[in-house]
């Protein structure tokens, strides 16, 4: 106990574990449970959720244009395009049946009685789908939503594939610039993306008084008794989470020779703070910054993070599946093999269709479970569970999205091998 210290992780730790039970013992107490969350945690955890949207743009903008710049070759960057979108539909298809697969073996929906459980309002996922479904959303609309009409108006709203989208053109057109103009405007996007990421040190000061909000509004609002009568969905879910971390992860870490637990392990911190927002934006600055350390080039990390946090959501599809099947099971409704196929399908392509929508993964549900028939009215049984789930599978993501970084890299034959090494033990002597 002479050599430990109260690092970040052991703060977020303690402020998750005291977070859960003041949460706790503020959920009976109605008419003050109510105050305090309106006037203290809701603000405390609004303040660190905004703080972390605040950093996000400037540092995802920053660092892709000086890598793209410092690239400066239109083909290389096309293939690490090709290569990563490739990749993070594989890895997703392979989330979403194991998904159908596990609650087909499982059954987690049968056997329970629905007048025992605790229904949410979804009115408001209702009405983003209503909005979604009237543009008639294809890949057509969804191309077309990658190119902004005003990169200021993209900024201010935080929608990531726009900003990717210009970031790129712009860095490909200062890379085609003389050197002597070049350098100047390069030396500032590279100073701005060191200044941001020491913002981002500054942030992460905040963070165990915001996840002690999050957590604790999370636990007051829901209590532990909705969880009970759905244990066997959160169980299945969270052991098909690891379960796809350690052996699917792991089989894809070990073919790019890496190692998944010492992945795992450099990104503990990340980890906690991601699984305790449930937020994949808490930790990106943090993840950029990490996996340029661990020997991946700017070019790629800077592209493949981003871009990953709409298009490489590993524990959402994989719970979006078992959820579908859950309901379907909870109605007693038998999905035959084709039904089953069209709902993978659908799930493929709605899950990116709609990157970045507010509370997508309950989006996402409500426009597949039409297409084969199961009630969309079955979502307001598992609402009340949803943030505990959530958290998991956005540990998944982000998980997902670090690995994905290092095997285009590999892929790339652009990893540094040497740095990721000096790093890698440096981390795990660190822990």
Request: glycine content about 6%.
């Amino acid at each position: 106990m002479k050599n430990f210290k109260f690092t970040l992780v052991w703060q977020i730790l303690f402020a998750l574990i005291l977070g859960i039970t003041f949460g706790a013992a503020l959920h009976n107490q109605d008419i003050l449970r109510d105050w305090i969350i309106d006037s203290i945690l809701s603000p405390a955890g609004d303040i660190f959720s905004h703080m972390i949207k605040m950093i996000v743009v400037p540092i995802v903008m920053a660092t892709l244009i000086v890598g793209i710049a410092s690239l400066g070759d239109a083909k290389k960057l096309g293939s690490i395009g090709f290569k990563t979108i490739l990749y993070f539909e594989i890895v997703t298809t392979l989330a979403i049946i194991l998904g159908v697969t596990l609650a087909n073996v499982f059954h987690p929906g049968k056997g329970i009685d629905m007048s025992a459980l605790t229904v949410v309002d979804i009115s408001k996922y209702r009405e983003v789908t209503s909005d979604i479904q009237s543009t008639n959303h294809s890949i057509v609309t969804t191309i077309l939503s990658l190119i902004p009409s005003n990169i200021i108006n993209s900024m201010a709203k935080g929608d990531m594939l726009p900003i990717i989208f210009f970031s790129i053109l712009f860095g490909l057109g200062l890379a085609s610039l003389p050197e002597k103009n070049k350098k100047p405007l390069l030396e500032i996007f590279n100073s701005i993306a060191e200044t941001m990421f020491r913002v981002t040190h500054i942030v992460m000061r905040y963070a165990p008084i915001g996840v002690f909000a999050l957590i604790s509004v999370t636990v007051a609002t829901f209590g532990f008794m909705s969880l009970f009568p759905l244990a066997k969905l959160v169980l299945l879910v969270y052991s098909a989470i690891i379960f796809f971390a350690l052996i699917v992860l792991g089989t894809v870490a070990r073919l790019f020779q890496f190692k998944i637990l010492n992945l795992i392990r450099i990104l503990k911190e990340e980890l906690i703070l991601a699984y305790s927002t449930a937020s994949s934006e808490s930790v990106l600055p943090r993840i950029i910054q990490k996996m340029e350390s661990y020997g991946a080039p700017s070019t790629i990390t800077g592209f493949v993070i981003p871009t990953g946090y709409s298009f490489n959501l590993d524990g959402s599809t994989l719970y979006q599946s078992i959820a579908a099947i859950f309901i379907a099971q909870l109605y007693s409704i038998e999905l035959t093999m084709s039904q089953q196929i069209i709902l993978v399908l659908t799930l493929m392509i709605t899950s990116k269709g709609i990157a970045g929508v507010p509370g997508v993964s309950f989006v996402v549900l409500l426009a597949t479970l039409g297409s084969v028939g199961i009630p969309l009215e079955g979502l307001a049984f598992i609402a009340g569970v949803d943030r505990i789930l959530d958290m998991a599978r956005t540990a998944l993501n982000v998980i997902g999205n670090a690995l994905a970084v290092l095997v285009i890299a590999k892929w790339e034959n652009q990893y540094n091998s040497d740095q990721g090494q000096i790093y890698e033990k440096e981390m795990l002597n660190k822990n």
